[in-house]
């Protein structure tokens, strides 16, 4: 597998998982007075489980080809897929903490990959 497929792959993953985490946000919300294990076997948790394997399953498969030194920073990702998922489908407000949080992510991710 090329190096930059197997990137891509592991970003694709941290879009998964923000997936994931939304479709559990949006199960609890929606079942708030549930209680106990009747909270777990609704249709969106189960897929987001299933989502969170999966992701677990693509990043074995990345990590045998992108360099160890990636992955962290790769791994970074998701805090913006969560937030921009956030701001478009939940409609949760962005503050200026939160934007400027984002910011110094997607510079530490340029800073960090520049050669």
């Known amino acids: 597998m090329n190096r930059w497929?197997?990137?891509?792959?592991?970003?694709?993953?941290?879009?998964?998982?923000?997936?994931?985490?939304?479709l559990m946000k949006?199960?609890?919300?929606?079942?708030?007075?549930?209680?106990?294990?009747?909270?777990?076997?609704?249709?969106?948790?189960?897929?987001?489980?299933?989502?969170?394997?999966?992701?677990?399953?693509?990043?074995?498969?990345?990590?045998?080809?992108?360099p160890y030194k990636y992955v962290a920073v790769l791994g970074t990702f998701s805090y913006i897929f969560v937030l921009l998922l956030g701001y478009f489908v939940l409609k949760e407000h962005i503050g200026k903490v939160r934007a400027l949080g984002a910011c110094v992510i997607l510079a530490g991710i340029v800073l960090f990959n520049w050669e």
């Open 5 to 22: 497929i197997a990137v891509l792959l592991y970003i694709c993953s941290g879009l998964i998982a923000a997936i994931s985490q939304l």
């Open 26 to 66: 949006k199960e609890a919300k929606a079942n708030e007075g549930e209680k106990g294990i009747r909270r777990i076997f609704h249709i969106r948790v189960m897929a987001a489980y299933g989502l969170m394997f999966g992701t677990m399953f693509i990043n074995m498969i990345a990590m045998r080809y992108v």
